[in-house]
């Protein structure tokens, strides 16, 4: 693969987009937690069926089966209560009597506590649904994980890693609480509200089932109600969570920053107010949740009183036994404990949706970057979805032949890495193309076209790995004996050797424990591991010494030959053996040339020419200087000696 041709006509605004903000505007505080229910249901239905694993969809299954035998046990169990008690009170054998308990026992046994929240089947239905969990789990997180990674540039530039962060967070868990808490809590707790209306109108009378029904229905509609209005306090604790989080990862990652001006109590300070403001809403948000509580708690006193007092009439008037009484008894408290419940998952289902709602928005980012089809080998129009922004380049065409190096030079801000991030395609050109050996990089994958080329940018990050895995970034199948190889290359090789730890050495978050010339001369080693075929110098010697800059630009010599190479550079000395050298001004091409012919233009080239030399000549002088006051002041000693002696 080579650069056969190079053509952009581009016009690349480098603003922002407002809209790829995680935090709510005003407008969607004010929506309801179900706005977009459709949606956000559709993202969830992949989740719900283990696609590709028949153990996991047999585990499904079988949890559904086990949830339908925990609504059969929840009729049976009162029942034979109430069995117990009429064959006390009629003095049935013992023998009869011995094997309704044992039933009665066995049931409880298999429901649990009341609610069957700890009982023998729902036990067992928790422990095979762990592998269903797991599934949706590690399904959810990578495929976001994925839908980050293809994002484009500019969004990544744009982010808040502690929004992002929180965001995966509590959306990643919120997944799992809402299929747990529906599929588990809201359909079982419904159904067996209506089993019990049933239930009661077939086997006591309208009044019982009424009393149900009304009771159930105040409860469910001012849970929603009163739920309802609590929403926007937990958007606001959500997004004030998230500022004080986001403040700290800010802050650590900055942490040379805040020591150089002295500002760990302006940080501290910070800090301390973001979790102030999310107290605030924390506060309003658990007392909104008292006064829901008292509220449920009234309903459900009215509605046990006012049916306890109709079945003890009636049992006092003969028309049920004391075994009825106690039934109806049994069935509201069993029937009022999930109820109870329910006003909590009601909650938690609504806080997983507000807690999902920025995981939704991360998933609905979309890639400014997409493969482009062929069509009869024609190129059409290249257009990219940009913000309004500073207009970067304008009109640039040039041709890189093969094995040809080319330097772009120009004052900061000209557009120099702009057109190294096209050529990697991090975004797309607006007008114009880029072929490489004759075909348009819009249509082929983004895979393919960046296995072949290697950069090495002006700002190197590493990850907090040792030296070893850090270089074997660059090809991730390569043996320690490579690595050392392209550490040698990229005259690292025996830094790393002086290390009490050598390779294994670990260089922290983001590369600090390493120095700025240490971490640029890895990035080059993983370069040259990578061995690519087109070569992205982005300024990659400007954190370097003299020597070791000679050094490695030896190194890069030999690594570049026969090899496409692209040098955006600073320092005009390091590429004046380029085949050609591009000067940019405000987005286009001033001048082209050799540096023999752009000095002979006096131009832009030249005059930069000019200044860097004059420049280097007062460095010497200086240098110079700082000697010849450094040997003078080593004179009065010997002076002062001599005139003691005389």
Known sequence: IRISYISVW???????????????????????????????VRLLVPYMWPRGSMLLQGLVLLCLCLLGLERVINVF????????????????SWKTLATTVCVYVLLKFLQGGGAGASGFVSNLRSFLWIRVQQYTNRVVQVRLFSHLHSLSLRWHLGRRTGDVLRSIDRGTSSINSLLSYIVFSIFPTIADIVISIIYFITYFNAWFGLIVFVCMFLYLTLTIII????????????????????????????????????????????????????????????????????????????????????????????????????????YIIQLYTPLNWFGTYYRMIQSSFIDMESMFKLFTEEEEVILKLVINDQLFGVYGRFSIGKEILKDVSFTVQPGQTVALIGQSGCGKSTILRLLFRFYDVQGGCIRIDGQDISKVKQVSLRAHIGVVPQDTVLFNDNIRNNIRYGRISASDHEVEEAAIAADIHEKIQTFPEGYDTQVGERGLKLSGGEKQRVAIARTILKAPQII????????????TERNI??????????????????????????????????????????????????????????????????????????????????????????????
């Open 10 to 40: 581009i016009s690349v605004p480098l603003l922002e987009n407002s809209s790829s903000m995680l935090l709510l505007d005003g407008a969607e505080e004010s929506q309801s937690t179900w706005h977009d229910f459709g949606q956000k």
């Open 77 to 92: 169990v009162p029942i034979y209560y109430k069995n117990i008690v009429n064959e006390l009170t009629d003095g049935s």
């Open 227 to 330: 739920t309802e209005w609590r929403t926007k306090y937990r958007r606001d604790m959500n997004t004030q969570d998230n500022n004080a989080k986001s403040k700290a990862v800010d802050s650590l990652l900055n942490f040379e920053t805040v020591k150089y001006y002295n500002a760990e109590n302006y940080e501290v300070n910070r800090f301390e107010d973001a979790i102030l403001k999310y107290q605030i809403s924390e506060w309003k948000t658990q007392a909104s949740l008292a006064f829901l509580n008292q509220t449920q708690n009234l309903i459900i006193g009215s509605g046990l009183l006012a049916g306890s007092l109709l079945c003890a009439y009636f049992v006092q008037e003969g028309k049920f036994k004391v075994g009825d009484f106690v039934l109806f008894g049994t």
């Open 536 to 547: 992205l110098l982005d300024e990659a010697t400007s954190a370097l010494d003299t020597q």
């Open 553 to 646: 630009q030896a190194s890069l010599t030999k690594v570049c030959s026969n090899r496409t190479t692209i040098v955006v550079a600073h320092r005009l000395s390091t590429i004046i053996g380029a085949d050609q050298i591009l000067v940019l001004s405000d987005g286009q091409i001033a001048e082209r040339g050799r540096h023999d012919e752009l000095l002979a233009k006096e131009g832009l080239y030249c005059d930069m020419w000019m200044k860097q030399q004059q420049a280097q000549d007062s460095d010497s002088a200086s240098d110079t200087e700082a000697k010849d006051r450094k040997s003078e002041k080593l004179q009065p000693p010997s002076v002062t000696a001599g005139h003691r002696s005389h």
